[in-house]
């Protein structure tokens, strides 16, 4: 079974740093692009950080750019979101997905998310 299972979230204040995690089953990891995406209240879906099979090729949406870091352990088939200098507008519903990004608006694999409340 095909499964990603995020944790790592919860309240952070403004300036602070979480880290997420995403680990996953059912399917040979080391082979498929990673990526984390996330939903706010109200909000449409936005991808996040993408990273290739062996972390050589990374992106990040630019809101996130130096705050974020995407990386992977295959050994662990595990992906990770290291973030710093949270902000507010950083509150929504974090998930992984399969791939590097969604395809038509919709991931073919995902997790059902971990959430990141950013607030003083």
């Known amino acids: 079974q095909v499964q990603l299972v995020e944790s790592g979230g919860g309240l952070a204040q403004p300036g602070g740093s979480l880290r997420l995690s995403c680990a996953a089953s059912g399917f040979t990891f080391s082979r498929y692009a990673m990526c984390w995406a996330r939903q706010a209240p109200g909000k449409g879906l936005e991808w996040v950080s993408g990273i290739n099979r062996d972390g050589s090729d990374i992106d990040y949406v630019d809101s996130v750019k130096g705050r974020f870091t995407i990386s992977r352990d295959n050994a662990k088939n595990t992906v990770y979101l290291q973030m710093s200098s949270l902000k507010v507008e950083d509150t929504a519903l974090y998930f992984c997905?399969?791939?590097?990004?969604?395809?038509?608006?919709?991931?073919?694999?995902r997790g059902q998310g971990t959430l990141v409340t950013v607030s003083s």
């Open positions: 997905a399969r791939g590097w990004g969604p395809t038509a608006g919709t991931f073919e694999v």
